[in-house]
């Protein structure tokens, strides 16, 4: 239980993994997205906007859409994001009540616990993606790292090997890839030449169309999205739209890791 008394799990504090509990808790009563955010205050984007991090950063997804029906479809917690909003619930009440013996808790399911740690995270970078460590290569001063998504696409970061020590990486370990928006490239050939070390396929799933800029969403597989914020023009000029395949391309050095 290492690091939640400290602090990483600051229930007095609800803030950010408060409004995203909030927001699972909804999505699970109301079955809509548009309802849910309303319900705690969100924008519909912003709302997305979390359930796609909070995915992201899961080892599988906590929300997905679900189709068809007399309503013509909704959204719906899986049983892994029903699992960690009653775990949620659990600890958040033996925080309050028994602070002192929080690390007694025997049974308490710590596959879980660990979602909750990473959806906690208030991180400015756009995309955070969860996977575990395939392979570490260290040369005279740097490293590549290569982090295996659930989906099997692998994200290739190069970091120091003193980043690499200090983090304590080894294989296997599960980590999160954190990737500003503004170093992503999208491009609408998959077989582009580029030095770029990531060039990695996927599906636009929503594009946000403003008068001047516009956000793109890219499925890299199991619901992991990637978010690039580009030109409406670009989109126009591109050819973009939801359903087409695409390249996200992504220089090494733009990956950061967490632990």
């Known amino acids: 239980m290492e690091g939640i008394v400290s602090g990483v799990m600051s229930f007095d504090k609800p803030a950010l993994l408060e409004k ?14 548009t309802s849910a955010a309303k319900r705690v205050g969100l924008s519909y984007k912003a709302a997305w906007e ?26 719906t917690l899986t ?20 602070l002192n013996r929080l690390s007694t808790i025997g049974n308490f ?7 909750i740690q990473r959806i906690a995270m208030q ?20 490293a590549e790292v290569s982090i295996v998504l659930k989906s099997g696409v692998v994200l290739v970061s190069t ?4 980043a690499v020590e200090e983090l304590g990486l080894e294989i296997g370990d599960e980590v999160v890839g954190i ?48 978010k690039k914020k580009i030109t409406s023009e670009s989109v126009k000029h591109l050819g973009l739209s939801v359903g087409k395949k695409v390249c996200a391309i ?8 967490g632990k």
């Open 20 to 33: 995203r509990i909030r927001l699972l808790e909804a999505i699970a009563e109301t079955g809509s997205i």
């Open 159 to 162: 970091i120091t090997n003193s």
């Open 79 to 98: 049983p892994l994001g029903v699992e960690v909003v009653a775990n949620y619930s659990v600890l958040k009440k033996e925080y309050e009540r028994f």
């Open 50 to 75: 979390a359930v796609d991090t909070m995915n992201n950063l899961s080892k599988n997804p906590l929300v997905v859409r679900v189709t068809g029906g007399s309503g013509g479809g909704g959204t």
């Open 109 to 115: 399911e710590m596959n879980s616990l660990k979602h």
């Open 123 to 142: 991180i400015s970078a756009r995309n955070q993606l969860m996977g575990k460590i395939g392979e570490i290569k260290q040369a005279k001063v740097n």
């Open 179 to 226: 990737i500003k928006a503004s170093s992503v490239l999208i491009s609408n050939t998959l077989d582009i030449a580029t030095s770029a070390r990531n060039k990695l396929g996927g599906v636009i799933t929503d594009i946000k169309l403003g008068d001047v800029n516009a956000q793109v969403s890219v499925d890299l597989g199991g619901r992991r999205i990637i």
């Open 250 to 257: 992504i220089k090494s050095s733009s990956i950061l890791i």
